[in-house]
């Protein structure tokens, strides 16, 4: 992306964003989890020419404080707020996690977000997320065993599409060459800023009925390889929520916006912004 810069949110923490573009008007990118503003990067370029983009860091990440004990939503909320109050953003869009914060901080600031665009956002439509895997996942990363930890996310959430019914041995050589390469290197350091996450998700208990009275106008993103319970969400919000529809991405999964086609969600955005 561009150049970085920072603001600071209500409580104090130092916030990182990266800027790409300079047309009207401001969108602000709110990661998902393990992931950083610089994931964006091709999505951000896709919108440059049409929009201004301002992708966040999100606490733990690329020069941004860390998470404080017993995260929670609001935080990531306030951070979000803070980073639109800047730039006078009222657009908004956020991916997995992200999305639920993006969906969060429209609940929690009505009328400062205008249009708000959703990828796959974190939310819980009849049941609750998929979530059992994490202490398992925390013990890996304790004992520094990082392959593991990735193999315990991706089957724990059923991303893996066939990789979700390869056994854990043999995926692990390939998932430990991987752990060398420059992306391997990325996921560790971020990997331990998912599980203040996961407890947020936990501890704010959101499902679809919740977001009901949000008044921005919403477009809600699903990919056709996504894992079914987000897919459900998806269609939940959109019937759920007073301005939303929802479109659905042929040939891609949960990663589209940051690996899997970023250009193809760029031109969905722009048409939407």
Known sequence: MGRRDQT?????????????????????????GTRA???????????????????????????SGPQRGGHIIADDCADVAALMDLTGAHFLFGHSYGGL??????????????????YEPAVAAHKPLPLEWMPDYE????????????????????????LDRVP????????????????????RELAGTFPAEV?????LDATVARYRDVEAETLLIMGDRSPDYLREAVD???VTMPRARAETLTGVGHNAPDEDDPAKVADLLAAFF
């Open 8 to 32: 600071v949110s209500a409580d104090g923490t130092v916030i990182t964003y990266e800027v790409d573009g300079n047309g009207e008007p401001a969108l602000v990118v709110v990661p998902g």
């Open 236 to 238: 939940a919000l959109a």
């Open 101 to 118: 914060v993006a969906l969060e901080t429209a609940l929690r600031h009505p009328g400062s977000v205008v249009k708000l665009a959703l």
């Open 37 to 63: 503003a610089r994931h964006y990067a091709a999505m951000a370029a896709g919108l440059s020419g049409r929009l201004t983009v301002y992708a966040l860091n999100r606490r733990g990440r690329s020069g």
């Open 139 to 162: 013990r890996a990363l304790a004992r520094g065993r990082h392959g593991e930890a990735m193999i315990r996310m991706i089957k724990g959430l059923r991303m893996g599409g066939l």
């Open 199 to 203: 407890r947020a998700i936990q501890r």
């Open 168 to 187: 854990t041995p043999v995926l692990m050589p390939l998932v430990g060459l991987m752990m060398r390469s420059d992306q391997g290197r990325e996921w």
